[in-house]
Nanobody, 122 residues
């Protein structure tokens, strides 16, 4: 199983980025996909999660700014991040959990991708 996250980068506050997570080696339609992030010196936190088609969870800190979506034909999940703030700076990880109810708890997830770094300057 492979989860390949991409799309991170350096952006000024107020800017946008779109993260992608392409997954192989599992039955994509059977898994909810989550995005997590970890800033230096902080614990990993859930950002968003999507079931078969509908978002299941957004962290309060990103509601109204981030949008999660998935393309089952491409085995890919996206995280559109708008109005970025310096506090969004972190390594972002995608993860897969069997079942379509999802979870905001990282302990529930079965597979993880490598991180993609997002840096937002003030």
């Amino acid at each position: 199983v492979q989860l390949q996250a991409s799309g991170g980068g350096f952006v000024q506050a107020g800017g946008s980025l779109r993260l992608s997570c392409t997954i192989s080696g599992l039955s994509f339609d059977d898994y909810a996909i989550g995005w997590f992030r970890q800033a230096p010196g902080k614990e990993r936190e859930a950002v968003s999660c999507i079931g078969n088609s509908a978002p299941l969870y957004y962290a309060d800190s990103v509601k109204g700014r981030f949008t999660i979506s998935r393309d089952n034909a491409k085995n890919t999940v996206y995280l559109q991040m708008n109005s970025l703030k310096p506090e969004d700076t972190a390594d972002y990880y995608c993860a897969a959990v069997l079942g379509l109810t999802g979870s905001s708890s990282s302990r529930e997830y079965d597979y993880w991708g490598q991180g993609t770094q997002v840096t937002v300057s003030s």
